[in-house]
């Protein structure tokens, strides 16, 4: 059984704030494979379908799984390793992996749109490099969700990670994630 410890899960609600983890916020724990619930899922020892942030932002809970996906109620995700399974987790993050949670690399003003939707925003990498995130499409059904980005590497930009447009469930969850590509 791997648990899980974290007092900043990178799944947020609004791209750009400090807070990762809403207090009290349900946050839905599945197997990134096929989107059931994570195998042995326990919170404070007892089976759950969910786990829940305490009043602090900070949440516990064990799986059987190595690997699994940490999901918002916006709808906003996070794959998560087991810390057993990882010995340094931002030497051995990819930048690729990194895109997916631009909130990790934002630093400085984000932007927003009249919704919240952040528009665009200063970045730097682990390794220190600089770049930008910009948003590509903002969702007109969901106001302040971003539904395509895309964040640089290096300025001048070396690299540009794109996320593709995902789709979203008529609760404005997103149901299909693309994976990010690189050009």
Partial sequence: MTVYTYSQVL???NLGGGVRVARNQRITVTDPATGAVAAGLTQSGQPVTSVTSDGDGHVT???TMGVVRLTSARGFWQDAESPDLRTNATASTSQATLARTPDSLITG???????????SAPVVWPDGAPGTY???IVSTTFPGAVDS??????????KTYTQPTVTRDTNGAAITVPAITVS
């Fill in 109 to 119: 003003t984000v932007t927003r749109d009249a919704n919240g939707a952040a528009t």
């Fill in 61 to 63: 809970f064990a799986s």
């Fill in 11 to 13: 799944v947020w609600d």
């Fill in 149 to 158: 980005y895309k964040i640089t590497y290096g300025s001048p930009a070396t």
């Fill in 134 to 136: 910009t948003a590509l």
